[in-house]
């Protein structure tokens, strides 16, 4: 049986393009439900972009339809609507089904553009009763290191770039230079062309009468320092049974899991009860509850000077981790700052140690259901449930940390410190009624469904923070300092949203032969004004089991089936902020009056009264076909989608009072299309040997068509001075934006292409040169372009399974390729200055016509140049093509004997591997990477991002 909302159907009764995954199927070593469907199902994207303990994962199903708009699906959980809040026990799961197409969606309506994930979790089963009890255990650790330039190496460069800027600024002049000046101290080349930070060198790394570098004391791996080896366990247990009257299904788990950066880790603890009951032979009734707490302890991620993962990456090589009494060594990298032009990152220990992030959440769901037969083939169901959702936030950085180039304890880092508090609190609220009518006359056989649903979401929000800490001996808002300005109410929000639909669904099935499928759904949202208030949104779909006619005469062999699908719906996409139609107030704040300040409040922006739905009009064409007696079977979908009326924040003229107003874009217009091909195979299926083979295949191509008169889109994806992607019409959405590199200046074509316009360091040989792409000789901003694409030529994913007797293995892999990645963190680890660790292969760079190093590296320089670090080109973005082994699991099965005599029914031992390897030629932790959050217009960034982790594990499961 496959779920399609609302309802379970026959998979051979299916028209749209769902796709289903068994328990049985899911890496259920993984620690969340994302993990868990890694490279499982053929057209949609599963990116694991962090390897925190607390992360979860990306998921895109067929593509990118909008830009301002989330691209999330729907999740719902035993039929309760629940968002993108997944926090559900992978242990609990009976089945996945995920509605790919608009037409299988459509029947979520406005919360459908993105797909829908529908979750069902275990039930209880008539018989004995059943406990099982799964223990695992293992440790985590750094699943690749990043190759960084040793002590040695550093200090290198480090030298070459302060003596090639030293000969840079004095050439610029006009000034003969005679490499004898590079031995000049100091305080002479100071004196010589100034600049200090760019050409000054610390006398203990070299020594200026030789001209040689002196080697260094340490040789400290910081990424050895920062990762551990983190240990994990979790437990789960459930007991179910039941008889003909009652059924039931409990479960309880807990999970703690250490980061692989020290000082991270999440508890989980969760606890789940589904109950069926028949209270009559016409009366159904069950009920679902479920909670899940996290406490979590996290870090923060991005800039160097937030990111202990970059800062370590950075970090100067030939500086000591910890003294001598094995505390961190700290200001240690940002006392050179100043005079020498270093980055000033605190050391990524004193950082995870002192600064200090938690977060604990308590989610719960109540779900109560009763279903009654009215008459034969006719039933009511009532599903009324409600879900909760508290948590508590805490930050607080210390007067221990340097800020800056200010030492700890300083008065800016006591500035700095800052504490804060949030607590949020949300509550979701479900009633709905459906009529279901399924009725067979012949060969006929129909199926009508009616409903009525109204959901209610509150949230309420407050935050403050405090300052004017003196000491760390609390460490949070309490301890603020005395002076009522150190205390500040940052937000406090409260919203309601509220969603009320109608719904319909009829089945027509001839003779199991020919199929047809069409829905209907009106949504009405507060989200959106009042001239756009409701959204319709219907579909179709039919289906023709050839292999069911007679002409058909087992053409693809015996017992082979195929049938032939095809599919039109329309579903929408609401997922934008409450009150966006409203006119909003500012926060109370002072006006003068007189010669007094009073109190008062104004309008806070302009908002679109007719702002409406983002729909997504879908066409899909498929195939289901089953070869081999039925041990093979071939599910493909071609599609084609277009997203219009996007919701875009449309830029107005400041005079008005705000800078942008979130409206739709008429006429505008995004297409997707594509195909995803899925085949799975009992190959061998023996007595005591079988080996099953599963493998997909998804392409899409994104395209903006029409941006509705809005002009292109530039954003920032990165945190630096540059933009970084563009948003235009005949290109996909949020491509990667700045100059072709076009090679090195060498002494054959230097004066000869196209000088940039900015000149205070003119290019010299060895530096990088650039695409003039308006050919007007010179290279300024007119000249960037689009230089890459965050986006695969196609992904894929594949899975084999074998037994023999009471031995069985598993493994699962999956990959991407031609997409690539834009490493933001190349502006500070391959910049060629030397004012932290760089890239290994930077080693390899040009230092002279006689040395041109690998042909690709520029020379390094810390006087600015205008052609190599401080602007972004395509030497940046990389190959993010990759193939990973997500899973490997070996198992054995206690024979029956010798379970008995344990006086249990079943045990079974394994071992597994988690991200077993990865090939890929990115020089970064991991090539799937998405730093700005699932930001449809910035994707493909890496920039400071937690690490994934390599887990080996090991379990026992035990069955009574």
């Known amino acids: 049986m496959v779920a399609i909302g609302y309802q379970k159907i026959r998979k051979s009764d299916v028209t749209g393009a769902i796709s289903s995954v068994k328990a049985a199927e899911l890496n259920l070593t993984s620690p969340t439900v994302g993990q868990a469907l890694v490279g499982k199902v053929a057209g949609v994207q599963v990116s694991q972009t962090s390897g925190a303990p607390y992360a979860g994962t990306k998921i895109r199903v067929r593509g990118i339809g909008s830009i301002n708009a989330s691209s999330d699906p729907l999740y719902v959980i035993d039929g309760y609507p629940a968002g993108n809040n997944v926090s559900i026990n992978p242990e609990d799961i009976e089945s996945i089904d995920i509605l790919k197409d608009a037409a299988s969606a459509a029947i979520y309506g406005s919360r459908a553009s993105g797909g829908v994930v529908l979750i069902t979790t275990k039930r209880g089963q008539d018989g004995k009763g059943r406990f099982e009890y799964d223990v695992q255990g293992g440790i985590s650790q750094l699943a690749k290191k990043v190759k960084l330039l040793d002590a040695n190496q550093f200090i290198q460069l480090l030298i070459d770039g302060r003596n090639n800027a030293y000969k840079d600024l004095w050439v610029n002049s006009g000034k003969t230079w005679n490499d004898a000046m590079f031995g000049d101290n100091n305080a002479t080349r100071i004196a010589n062309v100034g600049n200090g930070s760019s050409v000054s060198i610390p006398a203990d790394l070299y020594n200026f009468s030789t001209q040689q570098a002196i080697p260094a004391k340490y040789n400290t791996d910081w990424q050895d320092e920062l990762y551990r080896n983190a240990a994990f366990q979790r437990h789960n247990l459930s007991f179910s049974g039941g008889n003909k009257d009652v059924r039931y299904f409990m479960s309880g788990g807990y999970q703690n899991n250490d980061g692989i950066v020290t000082n991270t880790n999440q508890k989980v603890i969760n606890f789940r009860a589904n109950i069926d009951g028949n209270v009559s032979e016409r009366l159904h009734v069950g009920a679902n509850m479920s909670y899940t707490q996290n406490n979590n302890r996290e870090v923060r991620e991005g800039r160097y000077d937030l990111s202990p993962m970059m800062s370590a990456l950075i970090y100067l090589p030939y500086l000591p981790a910890r003294d001598a009494n094995g505390n961190p060594i700290q200001f240690g990298m940002a006392s050179l700052a100043s005079v020498y032009g270093i980055q000033n990152p605190e050391n990524p220990l004193a950082t995870v140690e002192q600064l200090k992030i938690s977060r604990k959440g308590d989610r719960s769901t109540y779900n109560a259901n009763a279903a009654y037969k009215i008459l034969d083939g006719l039933s009511f169901k009532a599903n009324l449930g409600m879900q909760t959702y508290s948590e508590r936030y805490d930050f607080y950085l210390p007067t221990s940390l340097s800020n800056g180039n200010n030492p700890p304890y300083s008065t800016a880092s006591l500035a700095a410190a800052t504490a804060i508090a949030q607590n949020l609190k949300q509550i979701d609220q479900l009633a709905e009624f459906t009529l279901n009518y399924n009725k067979t006359f012949g060969k006929h056989k129909i199926d009508v469904l009616a409903g009525y649903s109204a959901q209610k979401t509150t949230s309420d929000l407050i935050r403050v923070s405090a300052k004017g800490f003196q000491n760390d001996n609390i460490g949070e808002i309490t301890d603020k300092g005395a002076d009522a300005s150190f205390f500040a109410l940052d937000n406090a929000a409260k919203s309601t949203n509220t969603l009320l639909s109608y719904f319909g669904r009829f089945s027509y099935n001839y003779a199991g032969k020919y199929f047809l499928t069409g829905s209907f759904r009106r949504d ?370 206690f024979p029956k004997s010798l379970a008995t005599t344990l006086k249990v029914s079943n045990v079974r031992v394994y071992a597994s591997v988690d991200n077993a390897f990865t090939i890929t030629d990115y020089k970064g932790y991991n090539p799937e990477v998405d730093y700005s959050g699932g930001s449809n217009l910035t994707p493909g960034v890496d920039y400071g991002n937690y690490p994934l982790a390599r887990t080996y594990n090991v379990g026992v499961k035990l069955t009574f």
């Open 524 to 893: 009405g949202s507060s989200r959106f004004g009042p001239l756009n208030k409701y959204g319709n949104f219907p579909s179709v779909a039919a289906g023709w089991s050839l292999s069911e006619e007679e002409f058909y005469n087992n053409f693809l062999g015996e017992q082979s089936t195929v049938k032939i699908r095809a599919s039109w719906g329309l579903s929408g996409n609401n997922n934008i902020p409450n009150y966006r139609t409203q006119q909003e107030m500012s926060s109370p704040g002072g006006v003068v009056f007189g010669n007094s300040i009073s109190t008062a409040i104004w309008p806070n922006a302009i908002q679109d009264g007719s702002l409406g739905w983002e729909s997504t009009s879908q066409y899909n064409f498929g195939a289901d076909v089953g070869l081999f007696k039925n041990r093979v079977s071939v599910i493909a979908n071609y599609y084609l989608s277009y997203s219009y009326n996007l919701l875009f924040n449309q830029s107005i003229s400041a005079i008005s009072g705000t800078s942008s107003i979130l409206t739709n874009l008429a006429d505008s217009k995004i297409r997707n299309k594509g195909f995803d091909v899925q085949v799975d195979g009992r190959i061998v299926q023996k007595e005591h040997f079988t080996f099953g083979l599963s493998g997909n295949i998804a392409v899409n191509r994104n395209e903006v068509l029409n941006m509705g008169g809005a002009s292109t889109i530039l954003t920032n994806g990165a945190e630096r001075s540059y933009l970084t992607h563009i948003t235009q019409e005949g290109q996909p959405v949020g491509m990667f934006y700045g100059f072709k590199a076009l090679g090195r200046l060498t002494a054959d074509n230097v004066g000869k292409v196209a000088p940039s316009a900015s000149a205070t360091n003119p290019a010299k040989i060895g530096d990088l040169y650039f695409q003039d792409t308006d050919g007007n000789g010179i290279v300024n901003d007119a000249d960037k372009t689009v230089i890459g694409t965050p986006y695969p030529k196609f992904t894929y994913g594949f899975a084999l399974n074998t037994s023999y007797r009471t031995i069985d293995l598993r493994a699962s892999f999956n990959g991407s390729y031609g997409n690539q990645v834009l490493d933001g963190q190349d502006y500070y680890l391959y910049n060629f200055e030397g004012s932290g660790n760089q890239y290994v292969d930077v080693a390899d760079r040009y230092r002279n016509e006689a040395n041109p190093g690998s042909g690709l590296n520029y020379r390094a320089s810390r006087a600015g140049t205008q052609s190599n670090s401080t602007r972004l080109s395509s030497f940046y973005i990389q190959d993010g093509s990759y193939f990973r082994c997500t899973n490997i699991t070996l198992g054995y099965t």
